[in-house]
């Protein structure tokens, strides 16, 4: 009925009249989906974390959780911390899930569970998101800085992404491929909007723009081809109309435009299109 406030205690009331039984953990993980619904996230984090942590919480639903149920629950408590703001406990949890996934990844169970993909994508989403909030300003020196920061978290980001494509999940492992595809177009994007230093005239900023599109130029053609693997991957999970797809076609046809535009101002400059400022005449005497 959409009134999940009101589900919460009457599972508690399970829990406590079939203490010890399955019955009881099955009401556990429902006390957690009634939570997750209302958006209770500190209250969802203390319950998982008691299935898979307090004695006492693990007695009265039956014991210590099988693999699955463990699996679930971890991943779950990451994404209930990442909710709150604690992102780096959420991290943890998410590493916790990835090693269970490590030591079970022969068995089948485990290799088809949506939270092992789930939790590589949160994972990158944690550090896309570190990575999103820095900004290129001057002077020089703190530009360097914020460079070398945004560069490890682009590669952690990265690297959790492309673990969550490799195991072709038809939604999280395309979400994930997009995800990689638009980490390249945003660090352009971000290196482009950098601060330009003052004074500059036409010319000398649309050189500064060339020069600058140098170092991006390789980012953009990485984003162009991994926005069509994307694609590629969605008609073979059988999504060719996933939200997923779709973005990575939008994004695709915005980098194809980028290359473009960018490669129409070096032809201006090479062929003389774009001229310097003239120099003020001397002043008479």
């Known amino acids: 009925l959409g009134r999940p406030a009101e589900a919460v205690p009457r599972f508690r009331e399970v829990v406590e009249r079939r203490n010890g039984t399955r019955d009881a953990r099955d009401a556990w993980f429902q006390i957690a989906d009634a939570l997750e619904a209302c958006g209770r996230w500190v209250e969802l984090a203390e319950v998982l974390r ?3 942590e307090d004695p006492a919480v693990q007695a009265k639903i039956g014991g210590p959780l099988e693999l699955l149920d463990g699996l679930e629950a971890t991943a779950r408590l990451g994404l209930a ?3 709150v703001g604690d992102v780096a406990k959420a991290d943890e949890a998410f590493k916790r899930v990835d090693r269970i996934y490590a030591d079970h990844r022969d068995t089948q169970i485990v290799q088809e569970s949506e939270w092992v993909v789930r939790s590589l994508y949160e994972r990158g989403e944690i550090y896309r998101e570190l990575f999103a909030g820095i900004r290129f ?5 703190r530009m360097k800085r914020d460079l070398e920061d945004k560069a490890n978290l682009f590669l952690k980001s990265e690297n959790a992404y492309f673990h969550a494509v490799r195991l072709h999940h038809p939604k999280w492992s395309l979400a994930a491929g997009f995800e990689i595809g638009h980490l390249y177009q945003r660090l352009i994007e971000d290196i482009d909007a950098a601060e330009v230093p003052a004074g500059l005239d036409l010319y000398t900023t649309e050189v500064y723009r060339e020069e600058l ?3 991006t130029e390789h980012l953009a053609k990485r984003a162009v ?4 693997r994307n694609i590629d ?3 073979r999970l059988g999504r060719e109309s996933s939200e997923w ?6 994004g695709l046809r915005h980098m194809e435009t980028l290359i473009e535009q960018n490669n129409e101002r070096r032809r201006k400059i090479d062929m003389g299109e774009i001229k ?3 120099a003020a005449p001397a002043p008479q005497s």
């Not at 300003?137 to 020196?141: C, E, I, M, R, T």
């Not at 797809?245 to 939008?250: C, D, F, Q, T």
């Open 233 to 235: 991957l969605g008609k």
């Open 137 to 141: 300003k001057l002077p020089v020196d």
């Open 50 to 52: 008691g299935a898979l």
């Open 81 to 83: 911390l990442k909710q």
């Open 225 to 228: 081809n991994i926005y069509k």
């Open 276 to 278: 310097p400022t003239p």
């Open 245 to 250: 797809v779709a973005r990575s076609e939008e």
């Open 213 to 215: 599109w140098k170092h």
